[in-house]
């Protein structure tokens, strides 16, 4: 099925330091969802996007709504150990409760 | 704290054995979605339902696959027959308008 671009594929931190990660898409998209994995677990909703050009923080995560509609950004600040996972962009268009997934940024922490 | 549950959580099978998995949306959520995940093909879209009704089921083999949601407390999806490609981890998601609630899944492996 189609999915989104997420970049970068996975990435090894140090711990304390800040992080970026982000997802394109081909398509414009209404909603923006940001999600983080843990092994055997369901994906946890992070961050939830409406508008372009919007800015949502959630405790040391932020995210954005890129303004052209066709990307959003995660940041991470001051990593900890528990970052480590899998985080997932989705989105959705207009008119549609489907959302669309992007392929995932595996986070790696080193303390 | 609400949550979307699932069983059951792991599931292991014959190839040709019906299987069935099941969710309990979150009270109040009208959205409710089905989704497998594996390594190859990260998270896919089967179906989902909207009030009870289902509004897309194009992610689904039809031929084996069926999903419903007899009350609004309970969405069921079904394989008959299996095969082992359907292994997986198969994840109900439920949600209110524009944002979606993921349960632990279900590991299935049909051998």
């Known amino acids: 099925g189609q999915q989104l671009n997420q970049s970068p594929q996975s990435m090894f931190i140090q711990e304390g330091e800040d992080v970026s990660m982000n997802c394109t898409s081909s398509?414009?998209?209404?909603?923006w969802l940001w999600y983080k994995q843990d092994p055997g677990e369901g994906p946890v909703l992070l961050i939830a996007?409406?508008?372009?050009?919007e800015l949502t923080s959630n405790g040391r995560l932020t995210a954005q709504f890129g303004i052209t509609r066709k990307d959003s950004f995660l940041n991470i600040s001051a990593s900890i150990p528990s970052d480590v996972g899998i985080y997932f962009c989705?989105?959705?268009?207009?008119?549609?409760?489907?959302?669309?997934f992007g392929t995932g940024t595996r986070l790696k922490v080193l303390a | 704290d609400a949550r979307v549950t699932q069983t059951p959580r792991h599931k292991v099978t014959e190839m040709g054995q019906e299987v069935t998995m099941r969710c309990q949306p979150i009270?109040?959520?009208?959205?409710v979605f089905w989704y497998r995940q594996t390594m190859m093909q990260g998270l896919e879209l089967l179906a989902y339902?909207?009030?009870?009704?289902?509004?897309?089921d194009s992610g689904m083999p039809k031929d084996r696959f069926s999903a419903e949601m007899p009350d609004a407390t309970l969405a069921t999806l079904k394989i008959q027959p299996s095969e082992p490609r359907d292994s997986a981890v198969y994840f109900c998601?439920?949600?209110?308008?524009?944002?979606?609630?993921f349960g632990p899944g279900t590991r299935l492996t049909v051998l």
């Open positions: 998601a439920s949600g209110p308008l524009y944002t979606q609630y």
């Open positions: 398509s414009i998209f209404n909603t």
């Open positions: 996007l409406y508008k372009a050009g």
């Open positions: 989705a989105g959705s268009t207009s008119g549609t409760y489907k959302y669309i």
């Open positions: 009270l109040g959520h009208n959205t």
């Open positions: 339902f909207r009030n009870r009704a289902p509004l897309d």
